[in-house]
C-alpha cells in the first residue's frame, strides 16, 4: 500500500540523519557548537518527518505496509532497497527519532571532545536504527542490522569511562557472533525459498517469505535450526538471560546519552526482530522453542530484579533493570495472546521512555559528583528538589504506578501471560515487587535523610537541573502520562501488526508448557 501522499517519508526519516552527518562533517573543525546545532537540527528534523507519519498514517488493514516502490538492488539474487512501515514499525520509528535528539541534546554539557565526530556517530546510528524498523527485505534489514554496530562501538569505545575497551569489545564480540549466524540463517531461508520456486524473486522479501512459511516449507529441522539461529542474534540484543553480560558494561562506561539509546533503541532491535522476522518466518520453530523461551524470560525477571537490589553503583542498578524488564516484552511475546503481545510491544515503549529518563537523571547527578556509589548519597531532595521530584515520577512510573504507562503495559503482559500459563503469570506478577523494593529503596538511599558528608563536600557544584537538562525530560514526561491514560494511543496502531503476527501461530496447536501450565 503506497499512502503518505506520495511523499518518499520513509526514505526520508531513514536518511535525514546520514545526510546530516554529512553536514556535520562539513563544519569548521574549530566550531563545535556548530557542529552540536546542526546535528540537532537534522535530528529534529527527522523527527518531524516521523510525526509527519503519524499524522498522515492511513491505517491499513491487519499484515498490509504502508511501502514505498521496491528499487533492484541486486537483481541476480532479487536484493531489492525495499522499505515500509506498519503500526508497530512506526511507532518505534517515532520512538527512535524522539529519542535521538534529545539524547543529542543532552550532550551538548558533557561532551567536549571530538564533538564533530561523535554527533556524526549519533546521526549515523540513527540511520541504522530506524534503517532496521523500516527494512522489508531481509538483507537490507541485515545490512541496517550491522550499520548500528560501527557507531555504538565508537560512542562507548571514544567517550566512554575507564574500562570502556573492555566493554566495547565485549559488546561487539557478542553482537556479531549472533549476527553472523542470522546472516546464515538469512542466506540459507533465501536459497530454500529459490529451490521451491525456482527463482530468486522475492526470495529476500520479508512479506513474500512470510507467505511461503505459512505453506511449511520453512518447518522441520530446517526451521528449528533458522530459528535458532535468529533467536541467538535477538536474543544477545535484547538481552536475554544469560547472553546479558555485555549490557552492565556498555551502560556502565557508555556515555549517558550513548546508555539512553541503548536502553531506549538498541535492546528494542531484538524484540522487534522476534516479531517482524523470527516468529513470521518460522512458525512451528518458534512454537516449538517457545516454552524455553519463556522459562528463560522467567529467569531474566528474577535475576536482574534481584541483581539490581545489591547493586552499589546507580547505573548499574538502571541497567540490570533493564534486564528484568525485558524479559516481561520477550515473556510477552512468546506466550502467543493478543493481550500478551500488545503489552508487549507498549512494554517496549514504556521501557524505551522510562529507562531512557532513568538514564538521563543518573548523567545529571554523575556531571556534578563524578560518582555513582548509592552508599555516598543521601538526603539530595533538600539539595536539589526539582530533581528529586523529576527522579521521584520516573522511578514510580517504572515500578508501574497506576495512571502511568509502565502499568498499563505490565498489566496486559500479565493478562496475556495467565491466559497461556497462570504459573507464569504468578512467577512474573510476584517478581514486581522486587522492582518496586530496588527502585524505592535506592530513592530513599539517595533522597532522603540527612544531606550526606559526600554531597556536603561537593558544596557549590551541587546545583539543581538545568534548563536543558528538564527540557530533555519534558517530552519523556508527557509520554509517559499520556499513553498511561490513554494506551489506546499506541494499541490502536500496533493492533493489526499484533494480528498479522499471531496469525501463523493460530493456526497451530496450544504451545506445551507441560508444568508451568
Do not use: C
Not at 65 to 86: C, M, N, R, T
Not at 160 to 183: C, D, E, P, Q, W
Not at 456 to 461: F, L, N, Q, W
Amino acid at each position: 500500500m503506497t499512502a503518505f501522499n506520495g511523499l518518499p517519508l520513509v526514505t526520508l526519516v531513514t536518511f535525514l540523519p546520514l545526510l546530516g552527518a554529512i553536514a556535520v562533517a562539513l563544519t569548521p573543525s574549530g566550531r563545535p557548537n556548530v557542529a552540536r546545532y546542526v546535528a540537532l537540527g537534522f535530528a529534529l528534523a527527522a523527527w518531524a518527518v516521523s510525526l509527519a507519519m503519524l499524522v498522515l498514517w492511513p491505517n491499513p488493514p491487519a499484515g498490509v505496509f504502508v511501502s514505498e516502490p521496491a528499487l533492484d538492488w541486486i537483481p541476480l539474487f532479487g536484493i531489492q532497497y525495499h522499505v515500509g512501515v506498519d503500526g508497530l514499525s512506526l511507532v518505534l520509528v517515532v520512538l527512535t527519532t524522539t529519542l535521538t535528539w534529545i539524547s543529542i541534546l543532552a550532550s551538548f554539557g558533557p561532551i567536549q571532545n571530538r564533538v564533530k565526530e561523535y554527533m556524526i556517530s549519533f546521526l549515523v546510528l540513527e540511520t541504522g536504527m530506524t534503517g532496521v524498523f523500516v527494512a522489508m527485505d531481509l538483507f537490507l534489514f541485515y545490512i541496517f542490522w550491522e550499520v548500528v554496530l560501527v557507531p555504538m562501538y565508537l560512542i562507548i569505545g571514544i567517550w566512554g569511562g575507564a574500562n570502556r575497551i573492555y566493554a566495547t569489545i565485549k559488546f561487539v564480540l557478542y553482537t556479531l557472533v549472533g549476527s553472523l549466524l542470522m546472516l546464515v540463517a538469512i542466506l540459507a531461508t533465501a536459497f530454500t525459498f529459490q529451490s521451491a520456486t525456482g527463482s530468486w524473486q522475492g526470495a529476500f522479501d520479508v512479506q513474500q517469505l512470510s507467505h511461503f512459511a505459512l505453506t511449511g516449507a520453512t518447518g522441520g529441522t530446517f526451521g528449528f535450526l533458522a530459528f535458532g539461529a535468529f533467536f541467538l542474534a535477538f536474543a544477545i540484543k535484547v538481552p536475554m538471560f544469560p547472553f546479558h553480560t555485555w549490557l552492565p558494561d556498555a551502560h556502565v562506561e557508555a556515555p549517558t546519552a550513548g546508555s539512553v539509546i541503548l536502553a531506549g533503541i538498541l535492546l528494542k532491535l531484538g524484540a522487534y526482530g522476534f516479531i517482524r522476522f523470527a516468529v513470521p518466518l518460522f512458525p512451528q520453530a518458534a512454537h516449538d522453542w517457545a516454552p524455553a523461551i519463556i522459562v528463560l524470560s522467567l529467569i531474566a525477571i528474577i535475576y536482574g530484579a534481584i541483581v539490581a537490589l545489591v547493586q552499589p553503583d546507580l547505573k548499574k542498578l538502571v541497567a540490570y533493570s533493564s534486564v528484568s524488564h525485558m524479559g516481561f516484552v520477550t515473556l510477552g511475546i512468546f506466550v502467543f495472546t493478543e493481550q500478551g503481545l500488545q503489552g508487549a510491544i507498549l512494554q517496549m515503549v514504556n521501557h524505551g521512555l522510562i529507562t531512557g529518563a532513568l538514564f538521563l537523571l543518573v548523567g545529571v547527578i554523575y556531571e556534578r559528583t563524578h560518582d555513582r556509589t548509592i552508599a555516598k548519597m543521601g538526603g539530595l531532595s533538600a539539595r536539589m528538589p526539582v530533581y528529586a521530584a523529576a527522579f521521584g515520577f520516573f522511578v514510580f512510573a517504572s515500578v508501574g504506578l497506576p495512571g502511568l504507562s509502565g502499568f498499563v503495559g505490565e498489566f496486559l503482559t500479565l493478562v496475556g501471560t495467565f491466559q497461556a500459563s497462570q504459573l507464569a503469570a504468578a512467577v512474573a506478577t510476584f517478581v514486581m515487587i522486587f522492582a518496586a523494593g530496588y527502585l524505592l529503596w535506592m530513592f530513599q538511599r539517595m533522597f532522603f535523610g540527612d544531606v550526606s558528608d559526600f554531597f556536603k563536600g561537593v558544596g557549590s557544584h551541587l546545583t539543581d537541573m538545568r534548563p536543558v537538562e528538564a527540557l530533555t525530560l519534558v517530552p519523556l514526561g508527557a509520554m509517559v502520562v499520556l499513553f498511561g491514560l490513554y494506551p489506546g494511543l499506541v494499541l490502536d496502531l500496533v493492533q493489526g501488526s499484533v494480528q498479522s503476527a499471531l496469525a501463523p501461530i493460530q493456526q497451530l496447536a496450544p504451545i506445551a508448557l507441560g508444568v508451568l501450565r
